[in-house]
């Protein structure tokens, strides 16, 4: 897959960061360069004022997806909330990362981490052996409560900044 191509999928990152490409560079007639794209692609900032020597040092990792699913409820006995988080190696020489998904619950005016899950050595490509799992059993089932994960993505043996996926928020009967 080209580097344009990884660049348009909805969450590649050069060590674990969410990326969209700039229209400019959409609309460029000729590729940007790796540099550019991770200069352009920082929503959050991330990367946007990367020296040359700090690209080199973050780019080794190269390109990869950080993935996790909606929450969801798994189980029938006990019922429990779940998620789960994994990551996809588009291009570079990783081959293991640490993987932490957080599933969170609304509280009040904030998010509240109710479970954590780490795959200390992940495989790129998902699958359950290779993704990190969070889970809470439901005190009930008849109230509704609004659930997300946050998943953390580190290339193991490289620098990455502190970017984390959110999935979208689910409303769930489960309380916890």
């Not at 780019?59 to 909606?70: I, L, Q, S, Y």
């Not at 570079?92 to 599933?103: C, H, M, N, Q």
């Amino acid at each position: 897959m080209s580097i344009r191509k990884a660049a348009r999928a909805s969450m590649v990152g050069f060590a674990a960061l969410a990326l969209t490409l700039p229209a400019a560079a959409v609309a460029a007639d000729t590729p940007p360069t790796e540099l550019e794209i991770a200069r352009g692609l920082a929503s959050e900032g991330d990367y946007a004022n990367l020296s040359e020597e700090e690209w080199e040092i973050l780019k080794g990792a190269g390109v990869f997806e950080t993935h996790g699913d909606h929450v969801h409820i798994s189980g029938s006995a006990p019922r429990a909330v779940s998620a789960h988080g994994w990551w996809k190696r588009k291009s570079g020489p990783a081959k293991f990362a640490k993987v932490t998904v957080e599933l969170q619950a609304h509280a009040g005016a904030k998010w509240k981490t109710i479970a954590t899950g780490t795959k200390k050595k992940a495989k790129s490509g998902g699958g359950s052996a290779n993704r990190a799992h969070a889970r809470k059993n439901c005190k009930n089932a008849s109230t509704v409560v609004k659930f997300r994960s946050r998943v953390d993505v580190d290339i193991i043996g490289y620098s990455d900044p502190p970017t984390k996926l959110v999935t979208p928020t689910r409303k769930i009967k489960c309380k916890v």
